[in-house]
C-alpha cells in the first residue's frame, strides 16, 4: 500500500501528474486543489497518496496534503461516491467548503458540484455531518504555487480540466471567458477559480 509518493514531476496535468520514483513512473490522480500546489515539472514533489485495488487496476490518488485525503477517504465512504467522483468533488469545491456545507446541510452548495444531485447530496449530509467534525484545522504553512503560462495555453489546460470535472463544452467557455476579463494576468489556478464561481451562480 503506498501512502506518500516523493519524486521527480516529470508530466503535469489538471487531472493527474506522472512521478518518477526509483526509476519507475507513477501515474497519479489529482483534484484541482492538489494541481494549484504543484511546481513546474522537473520540480521534486510529495503526495499523500490513496491506492485504489481492484480485481482490473491499481490506480493512485494523490493529495497535497494530509487533511485533503481525510476528507476524500469520508467522501468515498459513502455510498454512490466513487474514488473518481470523490476527485471531481474536492476539484469542483475547497476541502474547506465542502466541510462547511456538510456541517450546515447546504444541499444546494453540494449540488452545485458536477455529478452530485439531491440524494446524494442528503445522503453525504447524513453520513457525514459529524465525521467531518474530527478532521483537523487547514494548513496553512505552505502558499500554493503556480507557474507562468502562455494565455493560450493556460485556457487550454482551464477548459480541459472543467471538461474532466463533467461541465458542458459551451458552459465551460463561457465561463472561462468572462473569467478572463475579471483577471487581470491570468494563471490556470485563478482562471479555474474564477470560472468555477462564475459556473455555481
Known amino acids: 500500500m503506498i501512502a506518500n509518493l516523493r519524486g521527480l514531476l516529470i508530466e503535469k496535468n489538471p487531472a493527474?501528474?506522472?512521478?518518477?520514483?526509483?526509476?519507475?513512473?507513477y501515474e497519479v490522480w489529482i483534484p484541482l486543489t492538489t494541481f494549484y500546489q504543484l511546481g513546474e515539472t522537473g520540480s521534486?514533489?510529495?503526495?499523500?497518496?490513496?491506492?485504489?485495488?481492484?480485481?482490473?487496476?491499481?490506480?493512485?490518488?494523490?493529495?497535497?496534503?494530509?487533511?485533503?485525503?481525510?476528507?476524500?477517504l469520508k467522501l468515498?465512504?459513502?455510498?454512490?461516491?466513487?474514488?473518481?467522483?470523490?476527485?471531481?468533488?474536492?476539484?469542483?469545491?475547497?476541502?474547506?467548503e465542502i466541510i462547511s456545507?456538510?456541517?450546515?446541510?447546504?444541499?444546494?452548495?453540494?449540488?452545485a458540484i458536477p455529478g452530485v444531485g439531491r440524494k446524494t447530496a442528503e445522503r453525504l449530509v447524513i453520513e457525514l455531518?459529524?465525521?467531518?467534525?474530527?478532521?483537523?484545522p487547514p494548513d496553512t504553512s505552505s502558499a500554493g504555487k503556480t507557474g507562468s503560462f502562455?494565455?493560450?495555453?493556460?485556457?487550454?489546460?482551464?477548459?480541459?480540466?472543467?471538461?474532466?470535472?463533467g461541465y458542458q463544452k459551451s458552459a465551460a467557455e463561457k465561463a472561462l471567458m468572462a473569467a478572463q476579463e475579471e483577471i487581470s494576468e491570468?494563471?490556470?489556478?485563478?482562471l479555474l477559480r474564477a470560472a468555477?464561481?462564475?459556473?455555481?451562480r
Open 76 to 96: 468515498i465512504s459513502v455510498q454512490g461516491i466513487g474514488v473518481k467522483s470523490g476527485i471531481s468533488m474536492l476539484s469542483g469545491m475547497s476541502a474547506d
Open 150 to 165: 502562455e494565455s493560450e495555453r493556460v485556457y487550454d489546460d482551464a477548459l480541459s480540466a472543467l471538461l474532466n470535472l
Open 44 to 72: 521534486e514533489v510529495s503526495l499523500r497518496i490513496y491506492t485504489s485495488v481492484r480485481e482490473d487496476a491499481i490506480q493512485l490518488f494523490g493529495f497535497s496534503t494530509a487533511r485533503e485525503r481525510e476528507l476524500y
Open 101 to 111: 456545507a456538510l456541517r450546515n446541510n447546504d444541499l444546494a452548495k453540494l449540488t
Open 196 to 200: 468555477l464561481k462564475n459556473l455555481a
Open 186 to 190: 491570468p494563471n490556470v489556478q485563478r
Open 16 to 25: 493527474f501528474v506522472i512521478i518518477e520514483a526509483g526509476g519507475v513512473g
Open 129 to 136: 455531518r459529524d465525521k467531518v467534525a474530527s478532521i483537523g
